[in-house]
């Protein structure tokens, strides 16, 4: 079976940097996705990881460590438009599962 | 800039009519899609399709079908609408793209049975 979590719910400030952790536990792994949904909208595709290590895209970065089956997704100069929802996807074999998704309100 | 579409946004149909939702992407993706959203519960896959005639089931596939006769195209069938069936229906496809995996959602459909 398949396990992820994350946060329900986070809030922060504006201008500040945020870090959304993902966990999980699925039986293979191929690769993670992060998505960025607004209420209302479709998910918007923001990264997906397969190796160990930092990827940075901008004002987002995620990190992904197989070995401990954790990624987080890291946002920097918040701004108010990054009011979301944030979702972690794993491929365990070949489908990616979702996570429930984060939450993050920033207020100024 | 058109990826993945979805033939409507919001769709109101009564008790134990047959529904279809169409999804067509245009980027030559070989896997699709079909989850619904609700609150508090996430992302559930219903169906997927990894190739033209090919499907399988989800985690929640119970009152759907779904049909993929050419490739760009999937579609996912409410034989008989139930109200616990009210969602929003988002169709994804996923592919490569310059070497490098990606999944586009399409804009979703929010379904009401009443």
């Known amino acids: 079976g398949q396990n992820i979590d994350q946060p329900t719910e986070m809030t922060a400030t504006e201008g500040a940097i945020v870090q959304i952790n993902c966990t999980y536990q699925?039986?293979?792994?191929?690769?993670l996705f992060w998505y960025q949904q607004h209420a209302g909208e479709a998910p918007t595709f923001l990264s997906y990881?397969?190796?160990?290590g930092l990827e940075e895209k901008g004002r987002f970065s995620s990190f992904l460590s197989r070995s401990k089956g954790y990624s987080y997704l890291l946002l920097k100069e918040l701004q108010m438009k990054d009011s979301a929802s944030y979702l972690c996807?794993?491929?365990?074999?070949?489908?990616?599962?979702f996570g429930r998704g984060t939450s993050l309100i920033v207020h100024p | 800039d058109v990826k993945v579409t979805q033939s409507s946004r919001y769709l109101v149909k009564r008790t134990g009519e047959k529904v279809f939702l169409e999804c067509v992407q245009d980027?030559?993706?070989?896997?699709m899609f079909w989850y619904r959203q609700d609150p508090g519960l996430g992302l559930r896959l219903i169906y997927f399709?990894?190739?033209?005639?090919?499907?399988e089931k989800g985690d929640i596939p119970e009152g759907y079908s779904v049909s993929r006769e050419k490739k760009e195209r999937f579609s996912l069938i409410l034989e008989s609408a139930s109200t616990n069936q009210t969602s929003m229906y988002l169709c994804?496809?996923?592919?490569?793209?310059?070497?490098?995996?990606?999944?586009?959602f399409g804009p979703g459909t929010r379904l009401t049975v009443t």
């Open positions: 996807a794993v491929r365990g074999s070949y489908i990616p599962t």
């Open positions: 699925t039986s293979g792994f191929n690769g």
């Open positions: 990881n397969v190796l160990d």
């Open positions: 980027m030559d993706h070989e896997n």
């Open positions: 399709s990894y190739d033209v005639k090919m499907k």
């Open positions: 994804a496809s996923f592919g490569t793209e310059q070497g490098s995996y990606e999944q586009y």
